[in-house]
């Protein structure tokens, strides 16, 4: 699984550890000026799950379908848990395949 990035002013980072690594090592006051960029977003965003989200907070019926058929193929092969957890870190996936 890739976890390449990149921050927002579009500089490319292949592991998440390489951004914190280099925000660690910067200059002073350089770390305050990006978690303050950091709390501006979040404080435009819609305090909902649909904000958190980035838009994506409704979960259709399709999707909830396929991720139904998806975890009972994936179940014959591998652990259930492990399975489940796949779709479940979605907070919508959950509450509607739980349903």
Same mark, same amino acid.
């Given at each position: 699984?890739?976890?390449?990035?990149?921050?927002?002013?579009?500089? *490319?980072?292949? *592991?998440?550890?390489?951004?914190?690594?280099?925000?660690?090592?910067?200059?002073?006051?350089?770390?305050?000026?990006?978690?303050?960029?950091?709390?501006?977003?979040?404080?435009?965003?819609?305090?909902?799950?649909?904000?958190?989200?980035?838009?994506?907070?409704?979960?259709?019926?399709?999707?909830?379908?396929?991720?139904? *058929?998806?975890?009972?193929?994936?179940?014959?092969?591998?652990?259930?848990?492990?399975?489940?957890?796949?779709?479940?870190?979605?907070?919508?996936?959950?509450?509607?395949?739980?349903?």
């Amino acid at each position: 699984m890739s976890l390449r990035g990149e921050d927002s002013d579009g500089k *490319k980072y292949s *592991k998440p550890e390489a951004l914190w690594t280099e925000l660690a090592q910067a200059p002073e006051g350089a770390q305050e000026v990006w978690y303050n960029r950091a709390v501006a977003y979040w404080d435009s965003q819609e305090a909902s799950v649909n904000g958190v989200l980035g838009g994506y907070g409704h979960v259709s019926d399709d999707d909830i379908a396929e991720s139904r *058929k998806f975890l009972f193929k994936v179940s014959k092969t591998s652990s259930r848990e492990a399975s489940s957890k796949s779709i479940a870190d979605t907070p919508g996936h959950s509450r509607n395949l739980l349903n």
